[in-house]
């Protein structure tokens, strides 16, 4: 009996150390965002702010950390995007597909035309 438990005990711990789940690590812009959503909802504020550059932590503060669990919801939807900026002050931003383990390249799905009353918003 003593042999039996003793084979099931290392078994169970040969599975659970061959296990290849990895923690997420923000090394994307998704994963980033992601992470950044799991602790919004999950109120961990001082792992929210460990996603930000060095020096620029305090930039959302505790309450509006708190204020932004109030708008999550179960589910999120993730996209990603890069702003180009013209020397002229013009911006374009370019949405692009998600990119999965298939692809080596990222596609664009669509480019607008920032408006001048939105152009605010990425010149903080």
Do not use: R, W
């Amino acid at each position: 009996m003593k042999k039996i438990f003793i084979l099931h005990l290392l078994f169970v711990l040969l599975l659970v150390g061959c296990n290849n789940d990895k923690a997420m690590k923000p090394d994307t812009p998704t994963n980033a965002a992601t992470l950044m959503e799991f602790h919004i909802s999950s109120q961990n504020y001082s792992a929210f702010q460990s996603l930000f550059y060095e020096g620029t932590e305090e930039n959302v503060s505790k309450s509006t950390f708190q204020q932004f669990n109030e708008l999550s919801t179960q589910g999120a939807d993730l996209k990603t995007y890069e702003l180009i900026t013209f020397t002229n002050g013009e911006m374009l931003l370019v949405e692009f597909a998600p990119k999965s383990k298939d692809e080596d390249k990222y596609k664009t799905v669509n480019v607008k035309e920032v408006p001048d009353s939105m152009k605010i918003l990425f010149n903080q």
